[in-house]
């Protein structure tokens, strides 16, 4: 009976094994295809300028209230009350102002990006299902699933460069 079940399980894992040779596998690192398309690195750029004016604002304030903090240390003893509370309130109103801009920044760069990935989205989904139609795969695997991958398996780059051809 143990020699029959041996045998029986031996002739399941052969099977199993050639079943698993007729199955095409592709890994695609998402994220990656995403960020490296043209669109994200035209976007990533556009982004840049577009928001240059409000993270210039912050590190001007940043900037001022470092001046003040230091001014405060440095010459703080030597001051008259009123001056020393005048800088103190000075100070506090810009890291106030300096938290209140940089959360609308963070809020405006986060919709920002969100509009691009709504748009964006698509392309990918299509470019993906493209590349597996062409490439008859059976299964695809997210790259931060697997340990390591041979590189004819990652399928990242095609997608990227379908993504790129789509306009």
């Not at 079943?19 to 596998?25: C, F």
């Not at 230091?70 to 103190?88: H, P, V």
């Not at 986060?110 to 795969?137: C, H, I, R």
């Amino acid at each position: 009976m143990r020699k029959l079940l041996q045998v029986a399980l031996l002739s399941s894992l052969v099977v199993a094994g050639s079943a698993w040779a007729e199955v095409k596998i592709a890994v695609l690192d998402y994220q990656t295809a995403l960020l490296d398309s043209d669109a994200a690195k035209k976007y990533a750029v556009d982004a840049e300028k577009k928001f240059a004016p409000q993270l210039n604002k912050l590190k001007a304030l940043e900037t001022d209230a470092k001046r003040l903090q230091d001014r405060l240390m440095k010459d703080g003893e030597k001051m008259a009350q009123a001056e020393y509370e005048r800088l103190e309130l000075e100070l506090k109103q810009k890291a106030r102002d300096f938290q209140v801009q940089s959360q609308e920044l963070n809020e405006a760069k986060a919709t920002s990006d969100n509009e691009v990935l709504q748009t964006l989205k698509p392309k990918l989904d299509k470019a993906v299902e493209e590349v597996l139609k062409s490439g008859n795969y059976d299964v695809v695997i997210d790259r931060n699933a697997v340990v390591d991958v041979k590189p004819q398996l990652d399928i990242t780059l095609r997608v990227i460069e379908r993504m790129n051809q789509m306009r």
